[in-house]
């Protein structure tokens, strides 16, 4: 806790390392516009043929929800592997050692190095959800009370979504490749939290599944609760279950973390 | 050596470097197991996504279910024949920094085949499973009497699909050897097949799905094709004939790629090791 | 300022011992699958009752052949690793036991392993660093300065990593891993695949933070020169054993008492015997080639004389072996007999030229 500098040199590595590449900045924003122009367009498309309103959902309850859950992929799909600092990459470089060779824990410097990637993917989500806003595809949060639950809701679903992916990487100390296991989380992560379809779409079957499961937490809490799909009376037990995987997912990576160590000094990296 | 039996000669090294890939790829047990989950698990949630849209929203763009389930398997069974024989182009942005092209470039074997047989693509063999299945089970639900013709049609739509995608990784591999950043694109282009290559693309508005057809030739990988069988070949948005020469058009399309993956090499300046 | 402050810091090792278990695979196409599911468990002991010591502001080389042991040995002493067995302490620290303590007293570099961030200029990743080692702002600027006055660094410091070439991103790694300031460094061969001005420079580098500032360095490396040129002693490891501590004299006298008399007789058709403490270790017709025998064998000016006194020769010549010799013989006859070594490196000798 001394170093209080030291937060944000290490939390900005992302950000500095995409921006000397302007080329990668261009790609996203290039790739953020297509997407959400062809996003808008599905789901206007697609209620165009049924109803005003299909599982309770509005058109435009519908595509505010898509185009937020475009942006809010932004908040997580940073090239970490560009800049050869995943943690598979340490372990398959061998520069791995170098996380146990410095005063600052590996555990400290991933959740560093997390906090500025998510600080940074928050700044193109905002920069876009204020560009949607002012033309008008995204709806504005549907009270005052709902736009706070929204960001606290989003907060804790940021952080469910940390641990997650702390964990797949955690995973590479055992199996040394984590590439199918992160590309099982993308595709758990599309699916399960709502970015593919808003989960009210689904099977009944397929919502009380997801409600065992971390993933709704991180997107189709925050996301219902702004488009008034969870009304605000109802945010209340969605908030305290976020809460509740954010403290289970905090002591399971915790002890991942420590056995990790332990193999590491057992097997030397 | 005659020259009968050079390209058997080959085939023959071809093999066997497969083979000794994928006993590579047993190596890393649980990264093994996964990617054959992997594979599996991300074309069923294709699936699941195309039965929520077509349970909720009746009659996508004009086409009812059976045959929106022949877009999604013909370009699933296209795709995963992509990964297994033509893919590993995704991370070649990675390679290329690590220096690998130089390397390839020493040895008597053509590039692109060096990288073809750099690994072996595990989730291929999930992906395919899957497809097989949902390939099945479109054929099972769908009206149409499959003659000879229309059977032959479809197997080639289904190798033109295979052809598109590859030409189009082909392109993003040919920059990637010159520009890092085409790994960005790589990953949003799969991504872009995957959700809007399996459902009809007249949802869309005009301007988009012609977008989709002569920007980016995402229409020819199975919408036109599926059109073509499915009797929507007046609807599609363009002239039926070629919507017919989807196939042809993917073959062409992986020709040019491959010129321009030759000339990227020729022109091709190396790394900074 | 810190400038010229002296810095201590001591290694002591005693009993070092560390087994690895590991998965091996099954032969054949259908062991691989078994493997899958039921892997095959071994034992592989690296490094086996290794003791040794450097004293503060000493750099001592640790050397061995590939799979010896040294960067097990090294790991153990960064903390990395935990012994099996032993006792390890750098600075009058645990490693192992207080790895965050340990790790603001040494300083690493790990050959081509960069601990620098890829995607950013090499300068900025000083600066990540100089925060997570809490090193004042000011004294930051100094090292910088010093550093760069000995590697010239500014000449590149600004470019990303990615695009340095490997001199330069080694030497923007050797000034990553000195900082701040650490009494105890350890470097495993730091001057691999460099040329020789960069590794002039580097040696130097190392030859001032050793004598000026009085760090205490631990060094593995392959380049006999850089041995020549920076150790005043040397401990050997093979097969995770220490074979022998001591000064490089005292290696040479060991391993390196090897002479080779190479003489053409006049007449070819002479018989040759062995003379005192002189053996026949080779005759191609006129060309006989002579060593040393026994503890009593005499230095190679004596040899030549005796030689020259027994027989007729039209040509004679004499070879010494140099350092790159007598580690061949060491880490090849470390267990063998001093006899053994010489029948090996002479058997070589011929067979190369």
């Known amino acids: 806790m001394t170093a209080v500098p030291g937060v944000w040199r290490t939390a900005r590595i992302t950000p500095l390392g995409e921006l000397l590449t302007p080329p990668r900045m261009t790609g996203v924003a290039v790739q953020l516009v297509i997407q959400t122009v062809l996003v808008v367009a599905l789901w206007r498309g697609l209620y165009a043929d049924t109803g005003p309103t299909t599982a309770g959902l509005s058109r435009e309850q519908a595509v505010t929800y898509a185009v937020l859950a475009v942006l809010a992929t932004r908040l997580r799909e940073l090239d970490r592997y560009a800049g050869r600092d995943t943690v598979m990459q340490h372990m398959h470089f061998g520069t791995i050692v170098y996380w146990f060779l410095r005063p600052v824990s590996p555990r400290r410097y991933y959740a560093l190095r997390a906090l500025g990637d998510q600080l940074y993917g928050l700044a193109w989500a905002a920069a876009g959800y204020a560009v949607c806003l002012a033309v008008g595809v995204v709806q504005p949060p549907h009270s005052a009370g709902a736009a706070g639950a929204f960001a606290l809701s989003l907060l804790l679903g940021q952080w469910v979504l940390y641990y997650i992916m702390l964990l797949i990487d955690q995973l590479c100390f055992w199996t040394l490749r984590n590439s199918a296991a992160m590309l099982i989380l993308i595709f758990a992560q599309n699916l399960l939290s709502g970015v593919y379809a808003p989960l009210w779409y689904f099977p009944d079957w397929f919502v009380t599944l997801s409600a065992f499961l971390p993933f709704q937490a991180t997107l189709n809490v925050p996301l219902s609760v702004y488009v008034g799909r969870i009304p605000l009376a109802d945010a209340g037990p969605q908030l305290a279950l976020q809460a509740g995987w954010v403290v289970l997912l905090a002591v399971v990576t915790r002890l991942v973390w420590h056995r990790a160590a332990l193999r590491v000094v057992s097997q030397g990296g | ?273 | 300022m810190s400038g010229d402050t002296r810095i201590t810091g001591d290694i002591q090792v005693r009993a070092l011992t560390k087994t690895f278990r590991t998965t091996t695979r099954r032969p054949g196409a259908l062991g691989t699958l078994r493997s899958l599911v039921n892997p095959l468990w071994v034992t592989k002991t690296a490094v086996e009752d290794v003791t040794f010591s450097v004293a503060p502001g000493e750099l001592l080389a640790l050397l061995g052949p590939n799979g010896a042991g040294k960067s097990t040995t090294i790991k153990m002493l960064t903390g990395i690793l935990v012994p099996t067995a032993g006792e390890v302490s750098v600075a009058g620290v645990v490693p192992y036991r207080e790895r965050e303590r340990n790790a603001r007293n040494i300083g690493a570099v790990f050959g081509q392993r960069t601990q620098l961030w890829w995607d950013l200029p090499a300068r900025e990743s000083f600066a990540i660093l100089r925060d997570i080692y809490g090193v004042p702002d000011a004294e930051h600027k100094a090292r910088l300065r010093e550093f760069d006055d000995l590697l010239e660094l500014s000449s590149f410091w600004d470019t990303r990593v990615r695009h340095l070439s490997l001199g330069q991103r080694v030497r923007c790694d050797l000034a990553a891993a000195l900082l701040h300031d650490p009494p105890v460094v350890f470097l495993d061969e730091p001057t691999i695949g460099m040329d020789v001005v960069v590794k002039e420079q580097v040696r130097g580098f190392l030859k001032h933070q050793v004598e000026e500032r009085g760090r205490t360095v631990l060094l593995t490396t392959h380049d006999m020169t850089e041995v020549s040129r920076l150790a005043e002693r040397v401990v050997l490891i093979n097969d995770g054993r220490l074979v022998m501590d001591g000064t490089l004299e005292e290696i040479k006298r060991k391993f390196g008492d090897t002479w080779l008399v190479r003489a053409t007789l006049a007449d070819p058709e002479a018989a040759v015997s062995a003379l005192p403490g002189i053996a026949v270790l080779q005759r191609e017709g006129p060309r006989v080639v002579f060593g040393p025998e026994g503890s009593h064998a005499p230095t190679v000016h004596q040899a030549l004389k005796q030689v020259i006194e027994r027989y007729e020769v039209s040509d004679i010549a004499l070879e010494e072996a140099d350092l790159e010799d007598v580690m061949r013989a060491a880490y090849q006859g470390a267990a063998l007999e001093a006899s053994d070594v010489l029948e090996e490196s002479a058997v070589r000798g011929g067979a190369g030229s």
């Open chain 2, 1 to 273: 050596m005659d020259h009968r039996s050079a390209p058997w000669n080959a085939v023959r090294v071809a093999w066997r470097i497969t083979k000794l890939n994928f006993r590579a790829q047993l190596e890393y047990r649980a990264e093994f197991l996964l990617m054959i989950a992997i594979g599996a698990i991300w074309q069923v949630s294709v699936i699941v996504f195309a039965t929520v849209l077509l349970t909720r929203f009746s009659g996508m763009g004009g086409w009812d279910s059976a045959d929106v389930l022949l877009i999604a398997a013909m370009r699933m069974m296209a795709h995963g024949l992509f990964v297994l024989f033509l893919g590993r182009m995704h991370a070649l942005a990675y390679r290329v920094q690590e220096g690998v092209i130089d390397a390839f470039l020493l040895r008597p074997m053509p590039v692109h085949r060096q990288v073809q047989l750099s690994f072996f693509p595990t989730n291929a063999i999930g992906d395919l499973t899957v497809a097989v299945a949902l390939f099945i089970g479109a054929l099972v639900r769908s009206s149409q009497e499959w003659t000879a013709g229309r059977i032959a049609f479809l197997i080639a739509g289904v190798l033109g699909g295979m052809l598109v995608e590859a030409a189009l990784f082909t392109a993003m591999g040919s920059a990637s050897l010159r520009y890092p950043a085409a790994q960005y694109w790589s990953r949003w282009l799969e991504e872009l097949l995957g959700t809007f290559g399996s459902y009809p693309l007249n949802v869309l508005p005009k301007a988009l799905s012609w977008l989709l057809t002569f920007g980016l030739p995402l229409a020819f990988v199975a919408y036109f094709p599926a059109g073509v069988l499915t009797g929507h070949g007046s609807a599609l948005g363009v002239p039926m004939w070629l919507a017919a020469a989807s196939p042809l058009i993917g073959l062409g399309l992986y020709l040019l790629s491959r010129l321009l993956w030759s000339w990227s090499l020729k022109h091709y300046t190396g790394v900074n090791g």
